[in-house]
């Protein structure tokens, strides 16, 4: 693994542990109910962050099939997606997925994370627009639902969300 990617793969090992340690003690019932209409649920976010994962497979070159890509593909908001899978399907297509990423790691040489990504056109919001930058920003995304859910774990009056185990 090239060195620049061992505390991002670190990192990607911890928001695997965290979003499902956000999910413990939550029904569906709960993860879908919002604090406001101006808010987002813990299912929707969820939902996106199984997404956003999906994305990070296809921007390294390893895209996997996404069983909740009929919800999400045309859906621009929460307020546009009228079903949610259940958090034990979440919980395993979150696995599989990061299953399927977690050996990608180890693949990518320096000179692959120093070049734009090929296989996914975005631009990310900051200067680093190479495939390293971009698994920074992903990871950052992650990192900032996953605060999300560990917030909103607290508006429903849960325990906070474990950092451990």
């Not at 956003?52 to 921007?59: G, I, K, N, T, V």
């Not at 919800?71 to 997925?97: F, G, H, K, Q």
């Not at 930058?133 to 605060?147: D, M, P, Q, W």
Request: hydrophobic fraction near 45%; charge should be negative; glycine fraction near 4%.
């Amino acid at each position: 693994m090239d060195g620049r990617l061992v505390p991002m793969h670190a990192m990607f090992r911890l928001h695997t542990r965290l979003f499902l340690n956000a999910f413990d003690e939550v029904s569906d019932e709960i993860a879908r109910l919002r604090p406001n209409e101006d808010s987002s649920s813990m299912a929707f976010l969820g939902l996106h962050m199984h997404d956003a994962r999906h994305f990070l497979a296809r921007f390294l070159g390893r895209p996997e099939s996404n069983p909740f890509e009929q919800i999400t593909a045309s859906a621009n908001s929460i307020d546009e997606i009228d079903v949610y899978p259940s958090l034990a399907e979440l919980r395993t297509a979150w696995l599989e997925v990061t299953a399927a990423l977690n050996g990608r790691f180890d693949e990518l040489d320096f000179d692959a994370l120093s070049q734009p990504p090929t296989v996914v056109d975005f631009e990310f919001p900051f200067e680093d627009q190479t495939l390293l930058g971009g698994i920074g920003f992903l990871l950052h995304h992650e990192a900032y639902h996953i605060g999300q859910l560990a917030l909103l774990r607290k508006f429903h009056r849960l325990p906070a969300m474990s950092l451990t185990t």
